[in-house]
C-alpha cells in the first residue's frame, strides 16, 4: 500500500489544512518554490552526514589531443537539473585494461607549461595520472593521445561524484529523502506561508520546528553508516 505522505501534493494539502488555506490563496505554484527552497536545504544536510547516498559515477570516453572532459552538472538544456556537489574521486585508463586512480592537483600545482600537450605528457606518467578542476571541466594529465585506447566507447575515465537531486517540478513528485523527514520540509514550507500572511507568530513556531527537525535529523542521520558495538557484562547479584 503506497504511503498517504510521499508526494508533494500530500504536503501541499496538509500545509493548506494547518494554515486555513485554499488552492486558491495557496497555490501550487506557491508552494512549489517554497518547497524547493527548503528540500534542498535538506538535502545538503543529509549529503553532509553521509555523502554515499547522493553518489553516483558517471564515465566518458577518452579522445585524442583532448585533455577536457566536462563535468556531470547542471542541465544546461532545461529550468531543472541536478548538479555535482562534489568530486570524491577520480580514475583513468589510458589502454582500457589498467585503471589508475587520478591525483587531483591544483592548477597551480602544474610544474610545466600547459600549452603544449607533450609538455605535460613529458612531465607526467600514465601509471601516476593527475587532473585539476577549471572551466566546469577535469582537465586529464598526462593527456590521451593516438597511441593510447581511444576507440570509441572506451570509457576510459570515471568519474564518482556527489549529486544534488533534481529540483521538484510537479506536484506529484516525491522528493528524493527519506520520509521521516518530509515533515521537516513541511515546517520549512509553514514558515514561508506564515510569513507570507503575515502571521508572526505562527511563523516563529514554524521555524522553531524547522530549527528542531534539522537538529534531530542531523543527531538521527549519524548513525546510518555506523556500526554499533555492545558489550555485555555479568553482574553478580546475591538475592535473599
Same mark, same amino acid.
Given at each position: 500500500?503506497?504511503?498517504?505522505?510521499?508526494?508533494?501534493?500530500?504536503?501541499?494539502?496538509?500545509?493548506?489544512?494547518?494554515?486555513?488555506?485554499?488552492?486558491?490563496?495557496?497555490?501550487?505554484?506557491?508552494?512549489?518554490?517554497?518547497?524547493?527552497?527548503?528540500?534542498?536545504?535538506?538535502?545538503?544536510?543529509?549529503?553532509?552526514?553521509?555523502?554515499?547516498?547522493?553518489?553516483?559515477?558517471?564515465?566518458?570516453? !577518452?579522445?585524442?589531443?583532448?585533455?577536457?572532459?566536462? $563535468? %556531470?552538472? +547542471?542541465?544546461?538544456?532545461?529550468?531543472?537539473? #541536478?548538479? /555535482?556537489?562534489?568530486?570524491?574521486?577520480?580514475?583513468?585508463?589510458?589502454?582500457?585494461?589498467?585503471?589508475?586512480?587520478?591525483?587531483?592537483?591544483?592548477?597551480?600545482?602544474?610544474?610545466?607549461?600547459?600549452?603544449?600537450?607533450?609538455?605535460?605528457?613529458?612531465?607526467?606518467?600514465?601509471?601516476?595520472?593527475?587532473?585539476?578542476?577549471?572551466?566546469?571541466?577535469?582537465?586529464?594529465?598526462?593527456?590521451?593521445?593516438?597511441?593510447?585506447?581511444?576507440?570509441?566507447?572506451?570509457?576510459?575515465?570515471?568519474?564518482?561524484?556527489?549529486?544534488?537531486?533534481?529540483? !521538484?517540478?510537479?506536484?506529484?513528485?516525491?522528493?528524493? $529523502? %527519506?520520509? +521521516?523527514?518530509?515533515?521537516?520540509?513541511?515546517? #520549512?514550507? /509553514?514558515?514561508?506561508?506564515?510569513?507570507?500572511?503575515?502571521?508572526?507568530?505562527?511563523?516563529?513556531?514554524?521555524?522553531?520546528?524547522?530549527?528542531?527537525?534539522?537538529?534531530?535529523?542531523?543527531?538521527?542521520?549519524?548513525?546510518?553508516?555506523?556500526?554499533?558495538?555492545?558489550?555485555?557484562?555479568?553482574?553478580?547479584?546475591?538475592?535473599?
Amino acid at each position: 500500500m503506497a504511503s498517504s505522505f510521499q508526494t508533494l501534493d500530500n504536503i501541499y494539502t496538509i500545509i493548506r489544512s494547518i494554515s486555513n488555506k485554499d488552492t486558491t490563496t495557496l497555490t501550487d505554484a506557491t508552494l512549489l518554490s517554497f518547497a524547493n527552497k527548503y528540500y534542498l536545504q535538506i538535502v545538503r544536510e543529509l549529503i553532509a552526514l553521509n555523502e554515499e547516498f547522493y553518489a553516483e559515477i558517471s564515465s566518458a570516453d !577518452l579522445v585524442a589531443d583532448q585533455r577536457e572532459y566536462p $563535468l %556531470p552538472i +547542471d542541465d544546461t538544456t532545461t529550468p531543472f537539473g #541536478g548538479g /555535482l556537489i562534489k568530486i570524491q574521486r577520480v580514475e583513468i585508463s589510458y589502454d582500457n585494461s589498467n585503471w589508475y586512480v587520478a591525483e587531483h592537483i591544483p592548477f597551480s600545482g602544474i610544474t610545466t607549461p600547459t600549452i603544449l600537450d607533450a609538455d605535460i605528457n613529458n612531465a607526467y606518467s600514465r601509471t601516476s595520472p593527475k587532473y585539476y578542476i577549471k572551466d566546469r571541466s577535469v582537465w586529464l594529465i598526462p593527456t590521451p593521445d593516438s597511441a593510447d585506447d581511444v576507440t570509441a566507447s572506451n570509457a576510459g575515465l570515471r568519474i564518482f561524484w556527489v549529486k544534488r537531486p533534481g529540483e !521538484l517540478t510537479v506536484k506529484t513528485d516525491i522528493p528524493d $529523502l %527519506p520520509k +521521516d523527514w518530509l515533515s521537516v520540509l513541511q515546517e #520549512g514550507m /509553514l514558515y514561508d506561508v506564515f510569513r507570507k500572511f503575515n502571521r508572526t507568530a505562527d511563523a516563529r513556531d514554524a521555524l522553531v520546528n524547522w530549527q528542531i527537525g534539522i537538529s534531530r535529523m542531523k543527531e538521527l542521520g549519524q548513525d546510518y553508516d555506523t556500526e554499533q558495538n555492545y558489550n555485555l557484562q555479568i553482574i553478580n547479584k546475591n538475592y535473599h
